[in-house]
């Protein structure tokens, strides 16, 4: 799983291309006598596309939606007339008190730590390598590129399992730990949360009066417990992997940029750190938002680490909406309460990616006098 | 990607615009510094990135007993080879052969069925095309990870549940795939196509032997994203099959990581599984990785 695949950079690409592509024929040729079989050919080419896509994407996703109103039990067909509407009796389960809410409400929480996690690091990584490797100065750049990049092309089943191998209880991560006399946790088996260990630190052991009320499903207290060391290590395996592709993101950014600025801040005597703090980072702001809304969109539908990792465990603290979805469904057999959370999730990203496109855009087509950088960064890339 | 850029040799460039000694020589030594600087963070995070492959490959050489007791240290004790001896028994052959299977059919597909349809967004004149674009582009949004139970009750549906044509066909469709060719397709000059068109030559003929021999680079950057992504594909595989015959790699491995096929830690086992399903991409990585590499971060500036 690439966090960033091809995808993104897709979504990047199709403002210009839709707009500028050459219009087939030119104006001259509107009117469809002239293209005789044409449009029905390109239809015959089309065809295979359209069919698998409405077959396997629209088609099933209105059957979820379907089930999601429904009370199918996963025996037999969904579209049977032995299954019955319920209305949004699935989507209400989880905001009334009992199992379900309090699952989703812990897979909301796992989450959010890992997101508030994960973006942040992974972008800094990401900015931070770019920014050494864009210096010009600097020999043996592709090896480096390379090497960051490699976990982002390599399959999550086989990175997950390289993981497992370096948190296990006895393994490198841990053995790294004892050299500096660090005694490493047992990683995947510990549920407690860092914020809860941290209070522990300081005498708070347990849950305090003050956050013991409940909200949504959960006390105060566990609200708060903050990533689970056992999410820490999937942090650390996200992080790991994605902050490669983000780093050529920036890299290609870095590249536009016109070094006649940083030549003239360098007469003016701007230290590096000055030139980065307030020329290149500003200059980056569009590339950021890009980066930052992508990785939210990938990290909150976290779900083959924990598939292969952890199964949510230990003590429900790696569950992701994503992951609980799938056990509700193909575990419990609750297939309305597994597609509701599914939808719940899809308005998530949904939202998510409207920002994205327009941070796009926008990086797309600056105006005034980030026009004229584009220009040259135009030039650059072709 | 810099060395797309031809500058002035920078070192000439400062200097001349420096005015004392003193000033050539503070500079210098800055310069030494930060580049010394430069280089240790890059050659850490480099250890980082790379060493966990260099355990992965000792370890998968190990026995149960040293992998624990010297995980950090990338010799083993005394090499043996029972890990991989031992891949045979949980059906690793077998799991190698369907992700060979997968990874063929899907790859031929997607370069065929995303090159026509790329060639008649970019080329042909039908009534639906902006719709076409506007909807592929629509539907690029829906997350996977949201298409897991739909897949499953479609295939189900269909009776195709368990069947190599439930692995193969749903991952046929590829929105990036299309734009990759419809774009390389615009880059293609009219007046190509326009000659070919007053010789009489129709539709097929024009894609076939004129358009898709000129598209090299795209079908090139297309077979190596297929093949990589149908190749490393995990979570459409357990919604649309769960039979131990149809296991590809991905599942195979994460099954026998979930601990599917026995207790204990068997790490130079499952290591040595993760480490042959690793090669066959990162020998494609390593022979097209500018194709990859300007993918991903070139596409992003070319808009």
Not at chain 1, 359 to 381: C, H, I, L, M, Q
Not at chain 2, 287 to 295: I, P, S, W
């Amino acid at each position: 799983m690439a966090l960033t695949s091809a995808d993104d950079v897709v979504v990047a690409t199709h403002g210009r291309g839709a707009d500028q592509a050459p219009r087939p024929g030119g104006p001259r040729r509107r009117g469809n006598r002239l293209y005789g079989r044409e449009p029905v050919l390109a239809w015959v080419f089309v065809a295979p596309m359209v069919v698998v896509a409405v077959l396997f994407l629209i088609v099933p996703i209105l059957m979820a939606l379907w089930v999601s109103v429904s009370d199918w039990s996963g025996r037999g067909s969904p579209l049977a007339a032995t299954v019955g509407f319920v209305g949004l009796d699935n989507y209400a389960a989880f905001f009334s008190p009992g199992l379900a809410q309090r699952d989703l409400s812990t897979s909301i929480r796992n989450t959010f730590y890992f997101v508030l996690l994960v973006v942040p690091l992974q972008t800094l990584l990401a900015l931070g390598l770019a920014l050494v490797l864009n210096s010009r100065r600097l020999r043996a750049k592709s090896f480096f590129r390379t090497a960051y990049y490699f976990p982002s092309v390599t399959s999550s089943v086989a990175i997950a399992v390289v993981f497992l191998f370096m948190f296990s209880a006895s393994g490198p991560v841990n053995s790294i730990l004892g050299l500096v006399g660090i005694e490493g946790p047992n990683w995947f088996a510990d549920p407690r949360g860092l914020i809860h260990v941290v209070a522990g630190a300081f005498g708070v052991d347990e849950q305090p009066a003050w956050a013991s009320g409940s909200i949504a499903g959960i006390s105060l207290w566990q609200w708060l417990a903050g990533p689970s060391v056992a999410m820490v290590s999937i942090i650390a395996l996200v992080v790991w992997v994605s902050a490669g592709g983000y780093m050529l993101i920036f890299l290609s950014s870095l590249q536009g940029i016109d070094e006649e600025v940083n030549e003239a801040a360098v007469v003016d005597g701007a230290s590096t750190w000055q030139r980065i703090r307030h020329i290149t980072v500003p200059i980056l702001r569009p590339t950021t938002t890009l980066v930052v809304t992508l990785g939210l969109i990938g990290t909150w539908q976290v779900f083959d680490q924990v598939y292969i990792m952890s199964q949510g465990n230990p003590g429900k603290t790696t569950l992701t909406p994503a992951y609980l979805s799938y056990t509700t469904s193909f575990g419990s057999a609750q297939w309305g309460q597994g597609t509701a959370i599914s939808f719940m999730l899809f308005a998530l990203i949904v939202v998510l990616t409207i920002i994205q496109r327009a941070a796009t855009r926008d990086r797309e087509n600056p105006s005034g006098r980030r026009g004229r950088r584009r220009a040259s960064r135009k030039e650059v890339a072709s | 990607m810099s060395d797309l850029r031809t500058r002035p040799t920078t070192a000439h460039d400062s200097r001349s615009k420096r005015s004392s000694g003193g000033d050539l020589a503070a500079e210098g030594r800055r310069r030494r510094a930060s580049i010394a600087a430069f280089y240790t963070v890059l050659i850490v995070v480099a250890i980082i990135y790379i060493y966990p492959f260099v355990i992965q490959a000792g370890t998968s050489f190990k026995t149960d007993g040293d992998s624990t007791y010297n995980p950090l240290n990338p010799f083993p004790t005394v090499a043996t080879l029972d890990a991989y001896g031992t891949l045979a028994d949980v059906d690793f052959p077998l799991w190698f052969r369907n992700s060979v299977i997968v990874t063929a059919f899907v790859t031929v597909g997607r370069v065929l069925l995303c090159s026509a349809a790329g060639y008649a967004l970019s080329r042909l004149h039908f009534v639906g095309r902006k719709f076409l674009l506007a909807a592929i582009l629509a539907v690029m949004a829906v997350p996977g990870v949201v298409l897991l139970i739909p897949k499953f009750l479609i295939l189900n549906q269909l009776g195709m549940y368990n069947t190599f044509s439930a692995m193969i066909i749903p991952l046929l469709w590829d929105a990036t795939g299309i734009f990759i060719m419809k774009q390389y397709f615009d880059t293609i000059p009219p007046a190509v196509e326009e000659a070919a068109r007053i010789d009489g030559a129709g539709v097929v003929r024009r894609f076939w032997s004129i358009m898709l021999p000129m598209a090299g680079p795209a079908l090139v950057t297309l077979t190596v994203f297929a093949f990589q992504g149908s190749w490393n594909e995990f979570t459409h595989m357990i919604v649309a099959r769960s039979s131990a015959e149809t296991n590809t790699l991905t599942t195979g491995v994460a099954a026998l990581t979930t601990g599917q096929f026995g207790s204990g830690n068997r790490y130079p086992l499952k290591l040595a599984a993760a480490l042959i399903m690793t090669i066959p991409v990162a020998l494609v990585y390593f022979v097209f990785q500018r194709k990859l590499v300007r993918g991903q971060g070139g596409g992003a500036v070319k808009g």
